[in-house]
Structures are given as structure tokens and as C-alpha cells.
């Protein structure tokens, strides 16, 4: 038999669809619109693995939804600004720019071999000057509408590359590229005050009813909205009693366990904090304390774990609750300045932080919580404390009460007294845009001495990056090119400097997705028309990596675009899919170095040998593929050797999409057989078929029945499968399916008939999934269109119906017939049906019969 040519046939259809433009999507108000979106990858030069997993995921349901009847908008592009652009010029000698493009052309190539239903007129870049111009003018618009801002912070710098670091760019007090330890900095830097959302940003999330649920609830968690307390403590000298002098007034403190408050066993002071400072100006002791405090960046995580370390202050704080009652005052490392009030109340009892300090400089701890069924007398938080919920103890007029009721009414107290204040608190911070890097948007502002900061007039736009710059020494080439940064101040016309940092490139992904609507469009970031009829997104598909970062700040472009009036929308995206790794078992020589996958063999046994001098390989389990453990197979290779739709296929069939997916080589080979298979029974097949459109025969055979019913189940099976993403289980029924068909071996043309439209059926219900080899066959059984412009094949009803029985319609005890009828179906049903049936009559000849009785789901015996 013919074997599949995947190599040819595939080149061929990708030929055809380009030169048809079948992809491409035109607005057209009279169909529903369908957007599916892959989050655009980085142009790092090659794709991998799960690069091909999330396409072809998108892919699927872009083509299923095509051919469903939707006005479908699948597009792709890049983005293309960020660090490894740079690095590759200070490592490579090569211009960011150029590196950028060939790794784009490179990629480009690689995901049209995988016959992706891509609208590739859309294409952007985000490193494109008609790209980020627009980003640049929406930027001066949230500036004025007070959603941009300059604000002095401590931040985590880098050392090393010379910038500053997001707080998530730091790991384990090193920066993330550089492995250098980040130093505390303040500095001057760009915000997006996505705080000004932070509620709406929250209540909305429990309306993405089409988002995962773990999504929402990392969201909800990142935002971290709490209800607490502030409260006042009056500070004394460390006299007490005769405060020697100057009047420090009252401490603020922000805690979310008011109720914990009769616990509190000292204060704590943030290092950058005002009254430190002012104690530090004649303490060199407290000097050295704050500059190593400065050493640890500032994230929460990396907070969390340092060594807690304290500077006894020469203060006492006064307890607001508890007259005569003082407390030791102390400067604090873990607490940061950014946070509350740059100030805290130590309870040592129930929090792991407070504990470890009052462990160390020996303060009391006090417990104020116990489970419900402890005994007061006997529970200790001595070893350890206890965070949990429970009853309030040791604590005057809360005795007894729940810790929820405890904060209420404790709040009511201090407010009542003038002590405190409640409060609602976010954990979520604004959005520290500012990068000291040169391969990014640069940020649209002009400094001049006279005038300030000043916006770069629109006309001015965009502010192009200049290309004449160099990598030989760290820092921002921006900064130090000779001529870039100096221009007049477009409002006195005097010496001015241009801003030098650059957009953090989140930014450029927080509404690409909306350019993609009108991707030419010139005069604003995109046709208030086009977008109108496109956006939302229906279906966006990503990482998992990127629920919180990307999502939010997405959420939070859609907000102020629409704060500045520039749409209606509050969410960018209506559902959204999380999937799972690619992964792959390791390999180690016995020198312990790691061997990439095509560099082992496994020998009949099953043992794995390293191909080149059959030494032993160890064998680890299947992770992640990464390079650094060189797990990573190349879809390069796999495109070559097996074709696009063997990957695609086997991509969708090994696991559920949300889950890790394991890439072995016999998965993949036996994808391939699969293909192969249906190739051989389709071309045996259509030799023998009635040719297309031959009418439907008036009666079936029961094979033929069972065949047709097979096929109608699989649509129906399919459809919905593909509408829930449960690819794999879509793909298990194809494969059902294709034993079916190929068990059907007969001469009859009714037969004949049914195999044809299980066929066809087949082969559209795969056009999603394996599109070079379903338009192939396709056109083997005689079809002129495109499968690509076909509808989605309709399942007929009457061979839905699940269980059916074969019912005897005996007359007089003698078999006359059968009948087909549902399981279960009524007596009266199933007696009507069998009086109906022309070979009863025929044996009834005019008689009227006396009785019936129906034996259900097995016998009709008329009497006569
Ligand atoms: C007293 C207390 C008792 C606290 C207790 C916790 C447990 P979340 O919930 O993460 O928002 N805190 C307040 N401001 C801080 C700062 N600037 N730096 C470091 N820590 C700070 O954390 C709020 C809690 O973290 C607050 O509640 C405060 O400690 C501390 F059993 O107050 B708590
Ligand atoms: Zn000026």
C-alpha cells in the first residue's frame, strides 16, 4: 500500500492555505466572532516544546471553531523586547535589534512547519517603533490622568547589570540573571498606580467564570485584601516614666491581628524608618545596623527567610490598652518600609517572625489564641507558635470570643478611645515600571532643571530607540550614548535630559492582544471599531507561570485604557487555559555529565546505554525540559523525522492539556503508525466507496447501523471533548472510531455508504488536530473545497440515543421479527411498534389480535 508522504503533503497544504489566505480574518458584523490567542512567545531564537503543546492546544480550537461557523481571529506575534537581547550583544557582539529579528524569522519559519491556522498578516513586533509609539502615547495619557507617577523608593539594584530589579527578579537575595546579592537603593522611578484598581481587580475576578479556578485564587492572594488596624502607641524615652527632653509623639502601627493586641511584647521599627534615622544621626551603632539591613533586597519572600536581626532603640512604647503596661522598642530587619506603616507590634506567641525574634533577644512570649479544645492552664507557645484560629485567652474583655469577633470588637475599643483606627489593607503594591536597560520602550519624559518632568509632546512620537549604542561596559547604554538624551525642553526650550530608563516589558504584553485587532493601524493603539468587534479574547492559552503577573497587569491596561475613555471593556480576556509542562525522563553519564535524549539508546532489555561507547546511563525521572539538565527535544528534529501532525497528535493525546505532559519516543512513534494507518485504510477504502454525494440508502444493515451509530456518537463525543479541553479524550475516541471503520469489510452498497460517511466523518472530526493529513484525505474522497473551509459535520439525533434493544415480535409465540427500541421504553411503546411492524401483519393477515404481552426490553407476543 501507498505509505503517507508527510513531508510533501504537508509542505503542500501549508502552500494552499497561504495562498488562499484562508486564515486571514476580515471584521464582518453579520457572524459571530471567535478570538483564540496563544500568549506570544519571546523571540529566544528557537521554539520548544511547549511552545508546540500551547499552539497546537490553540490551534485545535481555532480550526473547531472555524469550522463551527465562527468568524475566527488567531493570531501571533512577538515579544520582542528584553535582557537576553542584550546579553547576546555583550556576549556575541551582536546589536539587540539584529539578534531580535533573526531569531524572529528563524522562529517564524519553525511554527509555519506546524501548519498553524495563523492569521500571519497581523504579525507584530513589540520592539517595533509602530508599536510601542502607541504604547508610549497611552503612557502620557494615564500620566495625566494621575495613573502614572514618580515616586522615591527603596528598591532591589542589581549590582552587577547596573538596574534595578522587580521584586519577583530577585531569587534568594541574588538577582536572577547576575547571581549577584541585590543592594537596597533609593531611587526616583516610574509607577503605574495599578493600587488605584486593587478592589475591582478583586470583586471581578468572581466573574471569570471561564478562568481556572487556581487562577483566580492566585490572583485573590497576590492583591492579598485584609482588614486590620491601626494603631497609636505612645512613645517615651527609655526612662518611661520622665521623658527626658523631646516629645516623640505616637508610633503608628499597622497589624491585621488586632485581637492578638494584649500578646504584644515589643515594637518593631522598619530601618529606612523616619525616628530611626533621626536615632541613627548620633548612633554609629544604629548606622552599621541600617547599612547591613540595606544588604537584603526587599521582597517579602527573601524578607521572610534572612536571619531576623534587631537594634535595641532607646525608646519604650506605651501599650494603648493596657495603662502602665511598656514595651521594648527595637529596629527590625523583616520590616519593610513599604508595607502598613513601617511599623509593627511583636506578638511573639502567633507569629513565626516574632517568635524567632523574641527567642532570640530573650522578650516574653505571651499566648493570647488556643485551639478551642485546649486547656488554658496547660497550652504553651513557648517551642513554638500557634496561627491558627481559635478562642482568645489572656486578654481582658475578649475572653472567650472567636478570633474574628476579637478583631471587630477590639477595633471598636481603640476607635472608641482614640487609639486606633480599622482599616482595609492590599497587599498589592504599584507597578514599578522603570528599567535601567537599553532593548526596551523608552519612557516618554524630558527632565529639565527649570521646568521638571515633562511629557514629550505628542508630535515628538515615538521616542525611538537610537541604534548607535554599545555593550562594552555594564550600565545602561542609553545613559552613556553621546548625543540620545539631550534635546530642548519642549516647554522652555532650555538644556534638557531625556528620560534614560526604559519600560519594563511587561507592559509591552499588557495589550497586544488589543493592537492584534488592527494591527496596521497608525493613528491610535488600535480602530475603536475592529477592537470593538473582536475583543475580548474568547479563548486565551498560556502558562500557568504567568498567572498573576501578566494576567494582572493585563487586567489592569484594560482598566485605565478604559479610565482615559479609550474603550468600554473592564477584562481583556473571557477564558482562559492554563497547560501543563512538557517533560522528559534525564539522562546521566557515569561522569555525571547530562546526556541529551538522542544520545542514549535503550537496548532490548530495557537498559539505557550512551549511544557513542554503550557506557551506562543513569536514568532520572521525567522533569521538566530544560537545558540545563538537557531533557529538550527539538521540534526541529521531531517535524523532520515524523511530520507536524505526529507531533500535534501526540501532543494531544498523551495526558489531560492542564496536566504535565511525558515526550517519549515510543508516544511519538506510535503517533506516527497511527497516521500511517489511517493513511492505508482511507486510500484502501476510497477505491471501493460510493462516490460523494450518493443518496443516503433506505435501510442499513446492522453492521452498517452500528457503524453509523459509532461515527454520530464520535461527533458528538468529539465536540464536546474539544469545547472542554479534554483533547486526549477526543483523540481516544478517533481512535475507536478508526477500528470501527476498518472492521467494516462488505460488499453491500448500503454497508458501502456507511463506511464512506464514517469516513468523512472521521476525517473532519481530525481536521483540527492533524490538518495537513485530514486535508488530504479529504480530498482523496472526492472533495473539491478545503476541508479548512468545511463545517463541522452534524450529528444526527435518532443515533444518539444510547442504549437500545433488539425486541422479538412473535405472533403467537412464533418469531415474525425484531425491533429496535430504546431501553426501557414503555409498554405501550414497544406494542405499538411491534403491531406496526409488516411482518406481523403479514402473519396477522386481517386478523385482529386478541391479546399482547410485552415482555420488556426482550419480547412482543401478539395473540391472535
Ligand atoms: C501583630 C500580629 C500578631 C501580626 C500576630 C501578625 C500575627 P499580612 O497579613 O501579610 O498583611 N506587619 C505589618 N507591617 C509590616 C511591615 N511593614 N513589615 C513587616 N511586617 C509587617 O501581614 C500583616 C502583619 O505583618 C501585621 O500583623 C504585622 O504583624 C506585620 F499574631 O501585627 B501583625
Ligand atoms: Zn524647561
Known amino acids: 500500500p501507498a505509505r503517507y508522504n508527510f513531508r510533501e503533503t504537508e509542505a503542500k497544504w501549508q502552500k494552499a492555505w497561504e495562498e488562499r489566505q484562508t486564515f486571514h480574518a476580515r471584521m464582518d458584523k453579520a457572524r459571530p466572532k471567535y478570538y483564540v490567542l496563544e500568549m506570544f512567545p519571546y523571540p529566544s531564537g528557537r521554539i520548544h516544546m511547549g511552545h508546540v503543546r500551547n499552539y497546537t492546544q490553540g490551534d ?3 480550526r473547531y471553531k472555524r469550522a463551527r461557523g465562527f468568524n475566527v481571529l488567531h493570531p501571533m506575534g512577538w515579544d520582542a523586547f528584553g535582557l537576553p537581547a542584550e546579553n547576546a550583544a555583550m556576549e556575541k557582539k551582536v546589536h539587540p535589534k539584529k539578534w531580535t529579528y533573526e531569531n524572529i524569522a528563524a522562529m517564524k519559519k519553525q511554527l509555519k512547519s506546524m501548519g498553524l491556522s495563523l492569521d500571519w498578516s497581523r504579525e507584530i513586533a513589540t520592539c517595533d517603533p509602530t508599536y510601542y509609539r502607541h504604547q508610549q502615547k497611552m503612557f502620557l495619557d494615564f500620566w495625566k490622568a494621575g495613573l502614572a507617577y514618580r515616586k522615591e523608593a527603596w528598591v532591589n539594584w542589581d549590582p552587577v547589570d547596573n538596574t534595578v530589579l522587580a521584586n519577583e527578579q530577585v531569587i534568594e537575595g541574588k538577582g536572577w540573571r547576575t547571581g549577584a546579592p541585590v543592594e537596597r537603593r533609593k531611587l526616583t522611578q516610574w509607577n503605574l498606580k495599578i493600587t488605584h484598581f486593587a478592589d475591582e481587580l478583586l470583586e471581578r475576578l468572581d466573574t471569570l467564570d471561564r478562568w481556572p479556578e487556581k487562577v483566580r485564587l492566585m490572583q485573590a492572594n497576590w492583591i492579598g485584601k485584609s482588614r486590620g488596624a491601626r494603631v497609636f502607641w505612645q512613645l517615651t524615652d527609655a526612662s518611661g516614666a520622665a521623658p527626658s527632653g523631646k516629645d516623640w509623639g505616637k508610633l503608628e502601627i499597622f497589624t491585621t491581628r488586632p485581637d492578638t493586641l494584649y500578646g504584644a511584647s515589643f515594637a518593631a521599627l522598619s530601618p529606612e ?4 534615622a533621626e536615632l541613627a544621626e548620633t548612633d554609629p551603632g544604629l548606622q552599621h545596623f541600617v547599612a547591613e539591613c540595606r544588604k537584603t533586597g526587599t521582597a517579602a519572600a527573601e524578607v521572610e527567610t534572612a536571619e531576623k536581626i534587631g537594634y535595641k532603640l532607646p525608646l519604650l512604647a506605651k501599650h494603648p490598652l493596657m495603662p502602665g503596661k511598656t514595651m521594648p522598642v527595637y529596629a527590625a530587619n523583616f520590616v519593610l518600609m513599604e508595607y502598613g506603616t513601617g511599623a509593627i507590634f511583636g506578638c511573639p506567641g502567633h507569629d513565626e517572625r516574632d517568635h524567632e525574634f523574641a527567642t532570640k533577644y530573650g522578650l516574653p512570649i505571651i499566648p493570647v489564641v488556643m485551639p478551642e479544645d485546649a486547656d488554658a492552664k496547660s497550652f504553651s507557645v513557648a517551642n513554638e507558635p500557634f496561627v491558627e484560629d481559635g478562642v482568645i485567652i489572656n486578654s481582658d474583655f475578649l475572653d472567650g470570643l472567636t478570633v474574628e469577633d476579637a478583631k471587630i470588637k477590639v477595633i471598636e475599643r481603640l ?5 486606633g483606627k480599622g482599616t482595609t489593607q492590599y497587599r498589592l ?3 514599578l515600571v522603570s528599567r535601567q536597560r537599553y532593548w526596551g520602550c523608552p519612557i516618554p519624559a524630558i527632565h529639565c532643571e527649570k521646568c521638571g518632568v515633562v511629557p514629550v509632546p505628542e508630535k515628538d512620537l515615538p521616542v525611538e530607540l537610537p541604534e548607535d549604542v554599545t555593550f562594552d561596559r555594564p550600565g545602561n547604554p542609553l545613559d552613556r550614548h ?20 526604559t519600560f519594563d516589558t511587561f507592559i509591552d504584553s499588557s495589550w497586544y492582544f488589543d493592537r492584534f485587532t488592527s494591527p496596521k493601524f497608525a493613528t491610535a493603539p488600535f480602530d475603536r471599531e475592529e477592537n470593538h468587534y473582536w475583543m475580548p479574547v474568547d479563548q486565551y492559552i498560556g502558562g500557568v507561570e504567568h498567572a498573576i503577573l501578566h494576567l494582572l497587569y493585563s487586567r489592569f491596561w484594560t482598566r485605565a485604557m478604559r479610565d482615559v475613555q479609550m474603550t468600554s471593556r473592564d477584562e481583556p480576556f473571557d477564558g482562559l487555559f492554563t497547560q501543563g509542562m512538557v517533560c522528559h525522563e534525564t539522562y546521566r553519564a557515569a561522569d555525571g555529565s547530562w546526556l541529551l535524549p538522542e544520545e542514549v539508546e535503550r537496548l532490548d532489555g530495557g537498559k539505557v546505554v550512551r549511544a557513542s561507547d554503550k557506557s551506562p546511563v543513569e536514568v532520572g525521572r521525567s522533569e521538566k525540559m530544560s537545558k540545563s539538565k538537557k531533557n529538550v527535544v527539538d521540534p526541529d528534529q521531531i517535524i523532520h523525522d515524523y511530520g507536524a501532525d505526529t507531533a500535534r497528535w501526540f501532543m494531544l493525546s498523551d495526558s489531560p ?53 459509532a461515527a454520530h456518537k464520535t461527533i458528538a463525543g468529539v465536540s464536546a471533548d474539544i469545547e472542554a479541553f479534554h483533547f486526549n479524550k477526543a483523540v481516544a475516541r478517533l481512535y475507536e472510531l478508526a477500528s470501527t471503520i476498518d472492521g467494516l469489510k462488505s460488499k453491500d452498497a448500503a454497508d458501502k455508504w456507511a463506511k464512506r460517511e464514517a469516513l468523512e466523518i472521521f476525517v473532519r472530526l481530525t481536521g483540527p488536530m492533524t490538518p495537513h493529513l485530514a486535508e488530504e484525505l479529504w480530498q482523496a474522497l472526492g472533495h473539491k473545497s478545503l476541508l479548512a473551509d468545511s463545517p463541522w459535520p452534524l450529528a444526527e439525533d435518532a443515533l444518539l440515543v444510547d442504549d437500545t434493544v433488539t425486541v422479538a415480535v412473535q405472533l403467537n409465540g412464533k418469531l415474525r421479527g425484531t425491533l429496535q427500541l430504546a431501553k426501557d421504553a414503555p409498554k405501550e411503546e414497544a406494542e405499538k411498534a411491534a403491531l406496526a411492524l409488516p411482518e406481523l401483519a403479514r402473519g396477522l393477515d386481517g386478523k385482529t389480535p386478541k391479546r399482547v404481552i410485552v415482555v420488556p426490553n426482550r419480547i412482543v407476543n401478539v395473540v391472535a
Do not use: N, Y
Request: aromatic share 8%; hydrophobic share 40%.
Open 482 to 501: 553621546p548625543t540620545w538624551k539631550h534635546v530642548a525642553c519642549p516647554t522652555c526650550g532650555g538644556a534638557a535630559r531625556r528620560e534614560t530608563d
Open 273 to 276: 524608618h523616619p525616628i530611626v
Open 429 to 431: 503594591r504599584d507597578w
Open 657 to 709: 492539556p492542564e496536566r504535565d505532559l511525558e515526550w517519549t519516543e515510543a508516544g511519538v512513534t506510535g503517533a506516527w503508525r497511527f497516521q500511517q494507518r489511517l493513511f492505508r485504510i482511507a486510500s484502501e477504502a476510497v477505491a471501493e466507496l460510493p462516490a460523494a454525494g450518493t443518496p443516503k440508502p433506505a435501510s442499513f444493515s446492522d453492521a452498517a447501523t452500528a457503524l453509523r451509530r
Open 415 to 419: 476607635e472608641e478611645m482614640g487609639v
Open 60 to 62: 485545535v480550537i481555532a
